[in-house]
């Protein structure tokens, strides 16, 4: 037992239906309440879409599992509003040594960037972020959780998924329209649907040990390559909540899994690591192996996987349950528009491309940092240690450095949902990118940008003066609201005022904003609910409007 | 003459980086790749090639001396 952590037990209550024998019909299914099941329910549920939750356990993730919150996966928490708990009991670090061998080859300080309201992470043990969702989630109405019920066959007709589900007091069965599927790297229903995943294993084992140690110790990231006290691997140190230090071995191919486990062999090692005179308590070991791989598509018919499910990656960089939340992002507002028959069953299809796409580039920078942490032959190993020792001296070589990188989300350029540009922008903000954070104040309140779009699409003005602006561009904007696929428009300005016609504005007080957007008088973005962009031009045009729309929805 | 070059200074025409990461190791992925299945001495050989082709199209020996001098201080 976890001597920092109590894990809950959530109550299981047999399903009605149980007794009752009728089958229940419910628009949606998620399968699985991990990170990404809640993720995707919480989801479901801004579009309005009720959820049922089916998960075969009781309480939250047992162990040693996330550790690392991205800002993309907190800003994403921060729309299904749970980012607040996850980032006041998170611990942030700012500052990263790496070392090799016996020697410190340099360090960063990794400032957060000014002017986004998130961290670029924070770290937290997976229980807590698990917790604060199921209890966010049983706070929202229209979200059903049923602990204790695990899902055991899957059918899929032409209009309806049947799921047959086990409880402690019997089996029953559901249908249902949409089936979401995060049941974790495992995933049996994929393989009842007898769907392959694909990739690789690394050939390698890695001792993760959960330890408490006294407050002192700093909150930093410390990585060594080839240290003394763990000759010819690597070893990751860094903080979590209530002072517990993740530390990462790895042990190589050959090591015993059954006897690194054990506390004599674990002991010795973290002694060796962190000195002698420095008490800990061990509270909890386990080793791992990792791969990297995904599924061909991440939607077969009515059934779509997120998280695991769909694609693992090496923990290097943190990006299973990061872009696992990308996943149900990207999805809601997708199924949504399906379900209300506002957007072709294609718009489904561009959920697995867009998130195959970024799996791919997960997989990629998380092989890339496996390739550097553990090298596979002399000379990959002979690079690895060049790049190390010119790491000291030369800022190139610090550059190619690799022990993890950063999750950061995909930009979606490559998107067929995009409209490209017309008109030329500098900066990041293209179509496809997720859209950077901003300062911004609201009836004199000062808030953020990301924290005013999602969920619908928006058209976001910039303007010099509010006050001014011309009565044809104010129907314009008023008008876009009233289409079959409603555009939120909203006005974002440099001098505070209040736009006439009663269409929402915000103020851009020190112009981070448009800078970051290269946004002049009569810029517009439309920006798809998941809070990427989807077209952009320098003047407002409706019929262009309606027509990026049209195109970020498959109507086109 | 331009001095060596020892800031980060990977790119490639026609790709546009989000991540300042991303050059370095798009470079490195293919610089190990191109060693992949080798023996020890087949990567020798081909380390040494490369570093032929490479000092041949820098040129400038004054450049490469400079180059010459950083990487064995380090040996
Ligand atoms: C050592 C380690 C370190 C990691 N570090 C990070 C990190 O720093 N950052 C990060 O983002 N990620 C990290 N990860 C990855 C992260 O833990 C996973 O990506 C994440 O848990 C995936 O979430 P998920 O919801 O897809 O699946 P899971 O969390 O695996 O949840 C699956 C759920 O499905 C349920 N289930 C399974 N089968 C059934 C069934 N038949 N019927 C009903 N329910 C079922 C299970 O009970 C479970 O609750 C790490 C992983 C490990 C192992």
Same mark, same amino acid.
């Given at each position: ?12 209550? %047999? ?86 061998? +016996? ?48 899902? !055991? ?14 409880? %402690? ?84 191919? +050959? ?13 010795? &090692? ?35 996987? !997120? ?67 553990? %090298? ?112 939120? %428009? ?54 262009? !409007?309606?027509?990026?729309?049209? &195109? ?5 | ?14 790709? &546009? ?59």
């Amino acid at each position: 037992m976890l001597k920092t952590y109590t894990y809950p037990k959530f109550e299981y209550t %047999p399903p009605p239906e149980l007794a009752s024998g009728k089958t229940l019909r419910v628009p949606a299914i998620v399968v699985g309440a991990g990170p990404v099941g809640l993720g995707a329910a919480l989801d479901l549920q801004l579009q309005e879409i009720p959820v049922l939750i089916l998960d075969e356990d009781d309480t939250v993730s047992i162990g040693s599992r996330g550790v690392c919150y991205a800002k993309r996966a907190l800003e994403i928490l921060d729309r299904y509003r749970v980012g607040d708990p996850v980032c006041d009991k998170g611990v942030s670090w700012n500052v990263g040594r790496t070392f090799f061998r +016996d020697q410190e080859v340099y360090n960063f300080n990794l400032v957060p960037e000014a002017d986004h309201h998130r961290p670029g992470m924070v770290n937290l043990q997976q229980y807590y972020l698990e917790e604060y969702m199921v209890d966010k989630a049983d706070k929202t109405p229209h979200i059903d959780i049923r602990w204790k019920n695990k899902v !055991v066959s899957v059918t899929q007709g032409e209009k309806t998924v049947t799921l047959k589900v086990e409880t %402690p007091d019997g089996f029953y069965t559901v249908e249902t329209d949409w089936l979401v599927v995060a049941d974790g790297a495992r995933s049996p229903i994929r393989h009842m649907m007898g769907l392959e995943i694909e990739g690789k294993i690394f050939m390698d084992r890695f001792l993760i040990a959960d330890v408490v140690m006294a407050a002192d110790f700093p909150a930093e990231r410390w990585f060594w390559f080839d240290p003394p006290f763990h000759p010819g691997q690597s070893v990751l140190l860094h903080k979590q909540a209530d002072n517990v230090f993740r530390i990462d071995f790895q042990l190589g191919w +050959d090591a015993d899994p059954e006897e690194e486990r054990k506390p004599e062999k674990v002991i010795p &090692r973290i002694k060796a690591m962190l000195g002698d005179d420095r008490e800990f308590e061990l509270e909890w070991v386990s080793i791992y192996t990792f791969q990297c791989r995904r599924m061909g598509s991440f939607r077969h018919g009515r059934v779509m996987f !997120v998280g695991d499910a769909a694609h693992q990656v090496s923990p290097f960089g943190a990006r299973g349950a990061n872009s696992g939340l990308q996943d149900t992002d990207n999805l809601g507002w997708k199924l949504k528009l399906v379900m209300d028959g506002k957007a072709p069953d294609a718009l489904l299809d561009t959920y697995s491309a867009e998130r195959t796409f970024a799996a791919d580039e997960n997989i990629m920078n998380s092989t890339r940092s496996t390739d550097f942490i553990t %090298p596979k032959s002399k000379a990959s190993k002979t690079f690895r240690n060049a790049v190390l020792g010119l790491a000291k001296d030369h800022a190139f070589g610090r550059a190619l450095v690799n022990s993890g990188r950063l999750s950061v989300p995909a930009f979606l350029t490559e998107s067929a949902l995009n409209s490209a540009d017309a008109d030329a922008f500098a900066g990041r903000m293209v179509p496809g990118a997720p859209m950077d954070d901003a300062p911004v104040i609201e009836n004199g309140d000062d808030g953020w940008l990301l924290d005013k779009v999602g969920n619908q699409f928006f058209a976001l003005y910039f303007a010099d003066d509010p006050n001014t602006l011309d009565g044809k561009t104010i129907d314009a904007l008023s008008n876009l609201s009233f289409g079959n696929i409603p555009v939120q %428009p909203l006005v974002i300005s440099k001098n505070p005022g209040t736009v006439p016609g009663g269409i929402p504005n915000i103020e851009d007080p020190r112009g981070v904003a448009s800078q970051r957007y290269d946004a002049k008088h009569g810029t517009v973005y439309l920006l798809r609910p998941d809070q990427h962009v989807a077209a952009r031009w320098r003047a407002l045009d409706p019929a262009k !409007v309606k027509a990026a729309v049209a &195109r970020a929805t498959c109507n086109a | 003459m331009t001095p060596l070059n020892l800031e980060p200074n990977f790119r490639e025409a026609g790709k &546009r980086y989000f991540n300042a990461y991303t050059p370095g190791d798009d470079f490195y992925e293919s610089l190990i790749n191109t060693h992949r299945d080798l023996s020890d001495e087949q990567s020798e050989l081909l380390n040494a090639r490369l570093i032929l082709i490479l000092a041949n199209h820098i040129g400038d020996i004054g450049v490469l001396r400079e180059a010459l001098t950083i990487a064995r201080e380090g040996v």
